[in-house]
């Protein structure tokens, strides 16, 4: 007779998900996003994204060799960094600014802490930020959606760079900025493509819809009060459809090392995350503010865990 | 003799006050843009550690115990007042553009440290080496912070471009430059002492 009965420590509860199946299902749900850029801005932006995510797998083989680790290229965290990252940039610039990101992201921003599931801050965003304080110039300048043939490029700028030059938008639709026919990055124009993404993840259950939802839902709300002329007199579908929110609140404000491990520690890292972005957006020098939002949120997630701990059942 | 030199070469390597103490970091961090700030910092902290070490050593027999720290903090600002004022003098570019960070040598822990942990308790010699040492020491450290921020963040050293069609890093010029490279080279120096070990 077989012995049916098993006697196990916990945990009980088995699913098939390990580090590289969620990794690689991220990259899968960003292939939308990528397929929507590179219609959107042309073959440089493919070229732009292969480049960062090359140098990103390749930083992370060397670093793996040098400090003789397990090698953690084939888990697929490198390939996300690099591909956000990427994401993140106007499509047209040279090819040496996303291998300086990649390699600044992987080395400085996660394996310097130690690697994945050590790093405090999201890798691809420390990489863009220090691109955009390096080299502000090639970082800010836009290519044109959809070019007629015959120009090298026309740039453009983002929807949010000319509401803060104080520029009437009254021409600019919201199907266009939903589906992505206006200036920005790689990665961020399209909505639907993003959304796409997003509905597989969340399908999935990789990730929980704390953060995207009060983090999307803050934004607009306090856009909606202090960012028109008046009070309560703001565009806040403009500002949820323009610049990086939808892919920051579902791709990189989701990330689950940098982030609160409780739901209720979640839905504080949202509300952080909107309320920072909707301030740089109407009252800061940036145009756009949600890679500065999340990174000040991650640096604040310790302490976000720490005082939003559960109660082990039977203690008080 | 062999006791003196030994007193001067451990603040260079073994007992850096930058990498190794990781004291003095504020004026290291401001002051560390260009290589021609950093040496004329380090010289300014030089010359104030050597004076204080002399001075608090030859006098460390009269000074009571309970305030002892008041006494130091009397007779360093006395040597960084001579060191702003002639700076403010001879060099007035250089003084502006140090600026406050000249005045706070007053409260900068190596000088501190020193006169609390060596020159009170050692003598004239000693004393003297042991402030040199930390000087030079510190003024090494920041060249060697300051050559990487000003090549990394302007393409320049002491203002002559060395690669032609490099584009500047803008960070390493900023605050937060400063921080990454002190880091790395804390990280690069502990690494090089646990090889050694």
Redesign the interface.
């Known amino acids: 007779m077989t012995n049916n009965l098993i006697v196990s420590g916990s945990p009980h509860i088995h699913k098939p998900a390990s580090i590289s199946r969620i990794m690689w299902t991220v990259v899968i749900s960003l292939i939308p996003a990528g397929i929507a850029g590179v219609i959107i801005f042309g073959l440089d932006a493919l070229w732009v994204t292969l480049v960062a995510v090359a140098a990103a797998v390749l930083t992370e083989l060397l670093f793996g060799i040098w400090t003789k680790k397990k090698i953690t290229v084939l888990d697929g965290s490198a390939v996300i960094t690099g591909i956000l990252l990427a994401f993140n940039l106007p499509s047209g610039v040279p090819l040496w600014l996303p291998i300086v990101g990649a390699v600044f992201s992987i080395a400085?921003g996660k394996q310097?802490f130690g690697g994945l599931g050590q790093n405090i801050f999201n890798p691809a965003l420390v990489g863009r930020v220090?691109l955009m304080?390096?080299?502000?110039k090639y970082m800010t300048t836009f290519t044109q959606p959809l070019r007629a043939a015959g120009y090298d490029a026309i740039t453009s700028a983002t929807p949010l760079a000319m509401l803060k030059e104080g520029k009437v938008l009254e021409h600019i639709r919201y199907l266009d900025l939903f589906l992505g026919k206006h200036g920005g990055c790689i990665g961020e124009v399209c909505i639907l493509a993003l959304l796409i993404g997003a509905a597989l993840l969340l399908i999935k259950g990789y990730i929980s819809w704390h953060i995207p939802v009060t983090y999307i839902f803050t934004t607009a709300v306090f856009t909606y009060i202090f960012g028109g002329r008046q009070l309560f007199g703001g565009d806040w579908l403009f500002h949820i459809l323009s610049g990086g929110l939808i892919l920051g609140a579902f791709f990189m404000a989701t990330d689950y090392v940098a982030t609160p491990l409780t739901a209720k520690g979640q839905l504080i890292f949202g509300l952080g995350c909107g309320l920072l972005t909707a301030v740089i957006r109407i009252w800061g020098g940036y145009p756009e503010g949600v890679s500065y939002a999340i990174l000040m949120m991650n640096a604040a997630t310790p302490f976000i865990d720490r005082y939003t701990k559960c109660r082990i059942y039977g203690t008080k | 003799m062999k006791n003196l030199i030994k007193e001067f070469t451990k603040g260079i390597i073994k007992e850096n006050p930058t990498f190794v103490l990781a004291l003095g970091l504020c004026p290291t961090l401001a002051v560390s843009v260009s290589v021609a700030n950093a040496i004329g910092m380090g010289i300014a902290a030089t010359f104030v550690l050597l004076g204080s070490s002399l001075i608090i050593s030859l006098i460390r027999d009269f000074i009571p115990d309970k305030i002892r720290i008041p006494c130091y903090i009397v007779i360093i600002a006395t040597f960084v007042t001579i060191a702003e004022l002639c700076m403010k003098a001879y060099s007035p570019a250089l003084d502006r553009s140090l600026g406050i960070y000249v005045p706070l040598i007053v409260v900068n822990c190596i000088v501190l440290g020193r006169a609390e942990a060596f020159a009170c308790k050692n003598n004239l010699a000693r004393s003297f080496f042991d402030g040199l040492g930390m000087g030079v020491g510190f003024t090494l450290a920041l060249i060697l912070i300051s050559a990487i921020r000003e090549f990394l963040g302007s393409g320049q050293i002491l203002g002559h471009t060395l690669v032609k069609g490099f584009e500047p890093i803008f960070v390493f010029g900023m605050p937060s430059g400063a921080l990454l490279v002190i880091g790395l080279l804390l990280g690069l120096f502990n690494l090089l002492k646990d090889k050694r070990a």
Do not use: C, D, K, Y
Not at chain 1, 133 to 136: D, H, N
């Open positions: 400085i310097v220090f304080a390096s080299w502000p």
